[in-house]
């Protein structure tokens, strides 16, 4: 019996289905993915589970999307292993591909392992654990780029809320940036576990508060400053709650919207009280920044709501 608590799955991969996997990988509940390019190997792709999962289960699904992928023309070179990982090697090969991240103009995401010299950036330091938000991911930094923009305009909101917190990263930037309170939300006990180590690590703990719950739950006084870094099929449903949270004039910013679903997540939002003020992408997912309208629009939502409740 290994002691392991991870399992790698590695897949040979052309850049054909590179990026589609690395998604699949992260849906299938990956706590890391890292695309490796050794110099003389064929490229490969890594990812890590935690051994809740079943190894011959994931090899399988891996296995069918790959097939999906050839049935579809795509150049799908290998198959894919599972192999039970040392817990030394996860964390090796963890911190071998976090390094610190340059951010906008004023940040810097670095590990705590890697302390980078003095840059005149504002450094958030996370470590990303068991939680999703190292700041390498396209949603992530998109996030990141629009708070970054909003809060150096000068008006800092006193308050804020972070829907779907994971490592606490946005949360904590909120925070560095001048946000007096935040409430940071997710429904995974290892992502509020991390959320409240990283804003201990990052000296903000009384201001930002994390709370374990489902965002659809979530009752609480509405803020001037949102920041959800969902999946587009949750943005659809919370649509209608949105309004609930947003203080009329209030900003919302959404993450994890690929690019194609962007204009989607746009109209669901638009018919409740929601009108677009920016947008970004990063490595093809979009984050789209808007405004709660004051008036009948951001009612109506809260009249939906009401109904539907
Ligand atoms: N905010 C971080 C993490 C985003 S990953 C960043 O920007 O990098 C999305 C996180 O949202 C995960 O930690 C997941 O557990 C959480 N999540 C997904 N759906 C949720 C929901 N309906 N309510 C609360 N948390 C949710």
């Known amino acids: 019996m290994s002691s392991s608590r991870y399992w790698e799955l590695s897949v040979p991969v052309g850049p054909e289905v590179s990026e589609g996997l690395t998604n699949f990988a992260w849906e299938l509940g990956a706590l890391g993915v890292v ?3 050794a110099a003389g190997k064929p490229p490969r792709l890594r990812a ?12 399988e699904r891996v296995r069918v999307y790959l097939d999906g992928l050839r049935a579809l023309g795509f150049d799908a070179p290998g198959e894919p292993s599972v192999v039970a990982l040392a817990d030394e090697d996860w964390a090796d090969a963890w911190r071998a591909h976090f390094r610190p991240v340059p951010v906008g103009r004023s940040l810097l995401v670095a590990p705590p392992w890697d302390r980078p010299p003095r840059t005149g950036r504002l450094v958030i330091t996370i470590e990303p654990g068991r939680a999703f938000g190292t700041g390498q991911h396209g949603s992530t930094m998109g996030c990141l780029l629009r708070l970054e923009a909003l809060l150096a305009r000068g008006a800092t909101p006193t308050r804020a809320i972070d829907l779907g917190t994971g490592s606490g990263i946005l949360a904590i930037a909120a925070a560095r940036l001048g946000v ?8 995974d006990p290892d992502a509020v576990a991390s959320a409240i180590a990283n804003a201990a ?14 965002a659809g739950g979530l009752d609480a006084p509405d803020a001037p ?12 449903r919370l649509a209608v709650r ?10 919302l910013i959404l993450g994890g919207i690929l690019d194609a679903e962007a204009s989607g997540v746009g109209e669901a939002l638009g ?17 789209l920044q808007f405004r709660r309208e004051p008036g009948p629009r ?10 539907r409740a």
């Open 48 to 59: 890590f589970f935690p051994k809740t999962e079943f190894a011959a289960a994931l090899e």
């Open 180 to 187: 007096g309170s935040v409430l940071a939300v997710d429904e």
């Open 201 to 214: 690590r990052n000296g903000v703990c009384d201001r930002v508060r994390c709370v374990l719950g489902g």
């Open 298 to 307: 951001g009612r109506a939502s809260r009249a939906a709501l009401h109904d």
């Open 35 to 37: 695309e490796e390019e």
């Open 225 to 236: 400053l949102v920041v959800a870094n969902l999946l587009t099929a949750a943005h659809l």
């Open 242 to 251: 949105y309004g609930r949270w947003v203080t009329e004039g209030g900003a």
């Open 271 to 287: 018919a409740h009280g929601f009108t677009p003020r920016a947008r970004v992408s990063v490595e093809g997912w979009t984050t």
